[in-house]
């Protein structure tokens, strides 16, 4: 061999092996024949339905993967063609309405907390292998960008953000229960433990008992906490970056999600029961939350950002642990009339009212025979009111249709499947099902199947119904769409359940006054996190986490955060033969890490690590930069000898 061609050779292999370091470093970005992503989709009540969708090579469009969504939840799916592309009119029941709210396509971007209006239509954007975008319901601010953000994260699909479950309070959630194991468990500091329904807000988990308010990871670690004083049984909604709850002392206030510290506090005047619902109207995002006295309460409106009252509204009777419910500029609430101490119980007049949600003008006002002290809940046109032993139906203009008797006190109804699930205080369980024809409702009783101890208000999943009773030995029931027990639950020592169940991301929560809210499932059936492990968390380079499963993964993300004044921001994890990598991006000497991952497997069930608490090192140099360096060198010393 010539001097000329050995050179070459050497030098040629030093370059090949510079290019398997580098290849090394970098991250595969290869196509598969199928390219399969996440659809998440968010009405304008707050309920929120995902999908994943399998696309093919020819076709990878957002807008193409909305299609095939909107066919596999079974909704309707309206769209135009221009020279411009794909324009989306109307997704299940909610068309666009200008200028009021529409639909905006949003993408989550890689590195970060929150899901951004994508600067280009559905139909111009392909996606890749685990994209997730997302289509929420919502009206535009002054600077025509929507008002909120979508409640669900990649990994973390579900979301529950008020008490019922949207501002319509239908208690719809559009998961699947999977078993009673316990996951996890969370002792707060009242020893007579929770009394309220926790929210779920970008997968972390917000609850109150008599002594503060928490902040939850998906886990069950505590991320926050902060006192309140009582707050009996007030549930949190969330919006955007608060948490708002009322107190038993009569105050409302906003807590910042990401840390616990108080935003806005405003002083009600009054003892307080319900829980806040939050709407979007007339581009305001409106907390509407009454006050619970005994002659003459008030219904408040208030700017959930600023903390500012918009109006406020004396009505005739408490607003007595039920919510509000709203829908399309009208608010209805019930009263319970003025409170008896002798008796211990309230004695009318009792009432339903709606209210124009703009201005707080009382639209309409029926007479109730019996108390009301459960939700209202609003499915289309019609509202469903339980009072005493019977819901009634009404139209929206306040037109009565008629009510049927039940053998019980009746609680908060679940709409769904053209049915109302109710529970009474006697421990019956009904289906209903109701035709309106001609101003009035004719009811009939599909099923009934006796519990045998009150039960609370009813949450309709996809796969069956689930409530709490609240007796002293309370259990939560898993029941069929037909009538039938699935399964139950009953805490040790048990005690009562005024607690509501939350169905979301393979878990169930509820929540006990035996002192503990317990997150239930199948853990046979979620993923396996086997070891997660922080490789180089040193100064001013990418931290490398590392985490292992024998499971079959169809997606892996890291949530980190390095301020608690901050939320998580989400990174995906790549996958190397069940070795899953993510890098936070290089951080300051000193800088405290907080991490967890969310593994979610191929049939949809997800799982999430405790939260992990890091240091951030003094620098020092990675192998790979060593490597690569000492092969420079070399190079360059072959070159000068040849």
Not at 47 to 72: G, K, R, W
Not at 123 to 147: A, Q
Not at 223 to 245: E, K, Q, R
Not at 592 to 598: D, G, K, V, W
Request: aromatic share 12%.
């Amino acid at each position: 061999m010539n001097k000329k061609a050995k050179k070459i050779g050497l030098f040629a292999m030093a370059v090949v092996a510079l290019l398997m370091v580098a290849s090394a470093q970098g991250m595969s970005n290869t196509k598969t024949s199928a390219v399969r992503a996440t659809v998440v989709i968010q009405f304008g009540n707050g309920e929120v339905m995902h999908t994943t969708v399998y696309l093919s090579t020819n076709n990878t469009t957002a807008f193409h993967a909305t299609d095939i969504a909107c066919a596999q939840l079974g909704l309707k799916f309206v769209y135009s063609w221009s020279a411009y592309g794909g324009f989306v009119k109307e997704i299940g029941w909610e068309k666009n309405s200008y200028p009021g709210p529409w639909w905006h396509f949003m993408i989550f971007k890689n590195n970060t907390s929150e899901w951004t209006l994508s600067s280009k239509g559905a139909s111009s954007v392909n996606l890749s292998k685990g994209d997730v975008i997302g289509w929420m319901y919502t009206e535009d601010n002054s600077s025509y960008s929507p008002i909120g953000h979508l409640s669900a994260m990649p990994g973390q699909y579900d979301a529950w953000v008020s008490y019922r479950g949207s501002s319509n309070n239908t208690g719809v959630v559009y998961s699947n229960f999977t078993g009673t194991e316990i996951l996890w468990k969370f002792k707060g500091i009242y020893e007579w433990g929770f009394s309220t329904t926790p929210a779920v807000y970008h997968g972390t988990i917000y609850i109150a008992d008599d002594k503060a308010i928490y902040a939850l990871s998906p886990a069950g670690t505590e991320l926050w906490n902060n006192s309140l004083g009582a707050t009996f049984t007030s549930s949190p909604t969330v919006y955007n970056d608060v948490v708002i709850v009322g107190t038993a002392n009569g105050h409302i206030r906003a807590f910042y999600r990401t840390n616990g510290t108080v935003k806005w506090d405003i002083n009600a005047h009054g003892y307080i029961s319900s829980s806040p619902v939050v709407d979007i109207f007339n581009s305001k995002p409106i907390v509407l939350l009454g006050t619970d006295n005994s002659t003459n309460s008030t219904l408040y409106a208030i700017d959930a950002q600023s903390g500012n009252i918009i109006w406020k509204d004396n009505v005739s009777g408490a607003i007595h642990f039920a919510p509000v419910a709203v829908s399309e500029g009208k608010v209805v609430v019930v009263t319970s009339g003025a409170y008896n101490s002798s008796t211990y119980s309230y004695m009318g007049p009792y009432s339903a009212l709606c209210l124009n949600e703009s201005n707080g003008e009382i639209l309409w006002n029926a007479t109730l025979a019996s108390q009301p002290k459960y939700a209202p809940a609003i499915y289309k046109n019609t509202v469903f009111i339980p009072y005493g032993n019977k819901i009634g139906a009404f139209e929206m203009n306040g037109s009565y249709l008629g009510s049927i008797e039940l053998n019980g006190t009746v609680s908060s109804p679940a709409v769904k499947h053209g049915s109302v699930y109710v529970g009474t205080g006697n421990g019956n369980l009904y289906s209903l099902s109701y035709n309106i024809s001609k101003n009035s409702v004719n009811w009939s009783i599909e099923w009934n199947a006796t519990v045998g101890a009150p039960i609370n208000g009813i949450i309709a999943a996809e796969n069956g119904l689930v409530f709490t009773t609240n007796n002293a030995s309370g259990s939560v029931y898993f029941y069929s769409y037909t009538g039938h027990k699935i399964n139950s639950f009953t805490p040790t020592p048990s005690n009562y359940m005024l607690s509501l169940p939350v169905v979301l991301n393979s878990m169930v929560l509820v929540a006990s006054n035996d002192g503990y809210l317990f997150a239930l499932g199948n853990n046979s059936a979620r993923p396996k996190i086997s070891s997660i492990n922080i490789l180089n968390n040193f100064a001013n380079v990418p931290i490398e986490i590392v985490a292992q499963t024998n499971s079959h993964i169809y997606q892996a993300y890291l949530y980190y955060r390095t301020s608690h004044n901050t939320d998580f921001n989400v990174v995906t994890m790549k996958n190397a033969n069940g070795v899953f990598v993510g890098y936070i991006p290089p951080q300051k000497m000193g800088t405290i890490i907080e991490y967890y991952i969310t593994f979610v497997s191929d049939d949809g069930q997800s799982n999430s690590t405790a939260v992990h608490t890091d240091n951030v090192n003094s620098t020092v140099p990675e192998l790979s930069y060593f490597v690569t360096g000492i092969l420079t060198l070399l190079v360059l010393a072959v070159w000068r000898k040849l």
